[in-house]
């Protein structure tokens, strides 16, 4: 039985939580932890997917999470594995180069990729979700043209929604797109700041929501534009509390020309294009956050199994083991809840204040549970010898973006109001 004594170095001590198993250099890793979650997928192709997922986590991705968190190092290279191996096209028609995959099976690939990183999870969500503004809203040659590149992992996107002024309230968006004659429609002329853009400096493009005009609800469109277009900047990256390898940071357009063509729906529907790719979005965050919960908990149960304190397991303790079983409640609540809504979109039905309480229920279940291992793992859980500290910085953000909880409340206190 590994004890964790004070005088054993940092690398022993996380070695002999995993089991032996030396890791990066001495520093843990999540990989050797197993994620053993009981799933019901809808067909044998899908189980067959999950387990690709897997072993890619363990063999490809788990090795390098802890340098490169340290380093806030973009994780270029895995977002090009991730596309050569299909996972950044899951839930689109294979028309359009996508694995035609239900979204609950997109989801649950997600989660499996946020608990090993949450960094690259939430890209892979983030990109899933300008790839679905284009699918829904878009026109067929639109489609044609841009599609395949996103969804064969060429093309990393980002999603430019916020502005400084304008978070939860984006009605208060004042980035300008003003229109201007000439062969094939014209074009636009874009200048304005986007704040907070997850991905922002190493897009290949952006899904844009821009103003076309002053009226509160139908005055904003939404455009794509690939980053390599003139008069388009950005700031450093933001210097955030987690997610080290996604970085976010402003998205400058100095009188940037984005052809009519690159417009996505109608001039003036932006709102609602953003708002619809929105609740599948936030399915995203949901997986993602459940992902991370789903690591802690296997970490703290780990750990208190094998932990001695007078005399025995600390797991042994029912303070501890009421401690763990309210940390698996929460998490299987979370994956109840994005499960449940991801089937009501698979079934064609709305989903969008199911899509609410998954993200809050999610990322709620996601705090609660990052904390909670921390405290498990005792003064060992503060450290970076653990993966406990990065999944509770990890996890605070789900709470935040896509809306945050208090704005889910509200989609979901109006809708139960207008039922
Ligand atoms: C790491 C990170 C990545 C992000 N990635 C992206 C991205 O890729 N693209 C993008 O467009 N944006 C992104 N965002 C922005 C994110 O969506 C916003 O931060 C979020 O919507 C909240 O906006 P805000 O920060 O301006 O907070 P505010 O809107 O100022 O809110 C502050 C507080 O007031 C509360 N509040 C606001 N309105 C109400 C209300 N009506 N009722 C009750 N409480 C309310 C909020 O819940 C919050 O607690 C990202 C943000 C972060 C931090």
Known sequence: MASYGGDRDR???AAGLLGGVPAGGGAPTMGAMSLDVQRILPTPEAEDLLALVRELAREELAPQVEAAEAESRFPGDAYALLGKSGLMSLPFAERWGGGEQPYEVYLQVVEELAAVWPSLAVGVSVHALT?????????????????PRMLGGEWLGAYCLSEAQA????????????????????AYVVSGTKAWISNGPHADYYVLFARTSEDARSGLS????????????????????????????????????VPAAQRIGEEGRGMAVALSALDAGRLGIAAVATGIAQAALSLAVSYAGQREQFGQRIGDFQGVQFMLADMAAATGAARAAYLHAARLKDAGKPFGPEASIAKLTASDAAVKVTTDAVQVLGGAGYTADFPAERLFRDAKITQI??????IQRMVIGRSLLRR
Request: charged fraction near 30%.
């Open 222 to 257: 939404a455009f794509l534009v690939p980053s390599d277009t003139p008069g388009i900047g950005h700031g450093a990256p933001e210097r955030k509390m987690g997610l080290h390898c996604d970085p976010t940071s402003q998205v400058m357009f100095e009188r940037t020309r």
């Open 401 to 406: 973006f896509e809306g945050t909880n208090q």
């Open 167 to 186: 978070g939860s309230d984006v009605s208060g968006i004042r980035t300008r797109a003003v229109h201007e004659d000439g062969p094939d429609g014209g």
């Open 131 to 147: 790839a679905t503004v284009l699918d829904r809203n878009g026109t067929d040659e639109q489609r044609e043209t841009w599609l």
């Open 11 to 13: 690398g022993d001590r």
